[in-house]
């Protein structure tokens, strides 16, 4: 007996489901039927089954595979270009503290400090120094930026709380969250 003969899923019914008007269908029914069957059939094949069925190429698991193929490049140039940018910036950043700041070591570039006032100017005084030396000094393309035929001078700017205060006996700080700027040429 046929798998997919209504008298075949009457019987078979484990629920015992099965009326008359259900085991005996119309033939356009039973072609509808049909044509539904095949229809879900078809739908849970997989990629290569289809392509058995039918002849025709995966065109949907090409696109996809194209798809991520684009997307993996992308990734791939875009992570390489960023590493570029970072490593430059990076390598800038040492330079100029190198350049810049007096008695700098790569052993200390996390903790580079200042702790007196005459310390304060003499760094100061180190770093205006290194800067009106920096074209004759430098290997790479480090110079003044020039607008037009005049040389823009060098400002030192200080950013710094508008007030703050701090409370011992309880180890708090109260700071206005006001930020006062002054910078000199």
């Not at 800038?92 to 350049?99: A, D, E, G, K, S």
């Not at 030396?133 to 035929?149: A, C, D, F, Q, R």
């Not at 011992?168 to 206005?176: L, T």
Request: aromatic residues 12%; hydrophobic residues 35%; proline residues 4%.
């Amino acid at each position: 007996m046929d798998d997919s003969s209504e008298a075949y899923l009457c019987i078979n019914d484990p629920n015992g489901n099965c009326s008359e008007s259900h085991a005996v269908l119309d033939p356009v029914e039973e072609e509808e039927e049909e044509k539904f069957r095949r229809k879900l059939k078809y739908f849970f094949m997989n990629p290569c089954d289809k392509y058995t069925a039918r002849r025709r190429k995966p065109w949907k698991l090409i696109l996809q595979v194209l798809k991520i193929a684009v997307v993996t490049i992308q990734l791939v140039s875009f992570g390489l270009s960023n590493q570029m940018v970072v490593q430059f910036k990076e390598e800038n950043l040492m330079t100029f503290r190198h350049l810049f700041l007096k008695n700098f070591s790569r052993s200390s570039a996390n903790t580079h400090a200042v702790y007196t006032q005459h310390d304060v100017y003499t760094h100061i005084a180190y770093t205006v120094e290194q800067f009106l030396m920096l074209p004759s000094i430098t290997v790479g393309n480090h110079e003044y930026e020039k607008s037009g035929e005049v040389y823009t001078p060098l400002s030192i700017c200080q950013q710094f709380y508008h007030n703050g205060s701090l409370s011992p006996a309880n180890e708090s700080f109260h700071i206005d969250t006001h930020v006062d700027e002054g910078c000199w040429q």
